[in-house]
């Protein structure tokens, strides 16, 4: 049962426009997010995250949404760069839970130049 | 720029025979996880350990799997013996607080 789902395996944009990638959770005790990118033959690498006390975190070009009420966040970035074409996971926790981030299976984001 | 190392980078080997994957996480970083990614599952945490002690290896088929921290510069994973439904990426990660993880470049491995 998968408890983080990232249901678009993949995700085609134009360079200049926006992403948007999205993650939903089933768990209600999940109280922490965060997003990795993973580029081909490397490891995954953190990008950003965001506490459920708060609905947005913005870094330079990338800005992740938590709605809590739809168990849903998303991740924008604007604006797209063909660099940013990776595969994004969307991963959760509980704090001072279990201390196992569950990830989602995934997205595939390419950027058109 | 510190890193997690780990070795081989690519392993084939055929069914039946051992295998060793290993991780030399950053220094200083007392949490030390393994991975296995899959086109089906995706990233699934195999187990970790904090301070060399194992701390959860409920996502590790315990028939075959096994992981140590013989110091801590050094965390094995070890597959005896394998199968072809072993074949996956496996990456070792290492931080000091379960939400920050730094992860190596992976092993792909290959079972025939």
């Known amino acids: 049962d998968q408890q983080v789902k990232q249901n678009s395996p993949s995700l085609s944009v134009q360079e200049g426009r926006i992403s948007i990638l999205n993650c939903d959770y089933t768990?209600?005790?999940?109280?922490?997010f965060l997003w990795y990118k993973k580029y081909p033959a490397e490891g995954p690498t953190f990008l950003i995250s965001i506490s459920s006390i708060k609905d947005k975190n913005e870094d330079g070009r990338f800005t992740v949404f938590l709605n809590k009420s739809a168990k849903h966040l998303s991740l924008h970035i604007v604006p797209s760069q063909p660099g940013d074409s990776a595969v994004y996971f969307c991963?959760?926790?509980?704090?001072?839970?279990?201390?196992?981030?569950?990830f989602g299976k995934g997205t595939k984001l390419t950027v058109n130049p | 720029d510190a890193r997690v190392t780990q070795t081989p980078r690519h392993k084939v080997t055929e069914m039946g025979q051992e295998v060793t994957m290993r991780c030399q996480p950053i220094l200083g970083h007392n949490t030390v996880f393994w991975y296995r990614q899959t086109m089906m599952q995706g990233l699934e945490l195999l187990a970790y350990?904090?301070?060399?002690?194992?701390?959860?290896d409920s996502g590790m088929p315990k028939d075959r799997f096994s992981a140590e921290m013989p110091d801590a510069t050094l965390a094995t994973l070890k597959i005896q013996p394998s199968e072809p439904r072993d074949s996956a990426v496996y990456f070792c990660a290492s931080g000091t607080r379960v939400y920050e993880q730094y992860f190596g470049p992976g092993t792909r491995l290959t079972v025939t």
């Open positions: 991963a959760a926790i509980t704090q001072g839970g279990s201390e196992k981030l569950v």
């Open positions: 350990f904090r301070n060399r002690a194992p701390l959860d």
């Open positions: 768990n209600s005790m999940f109280d922490y």
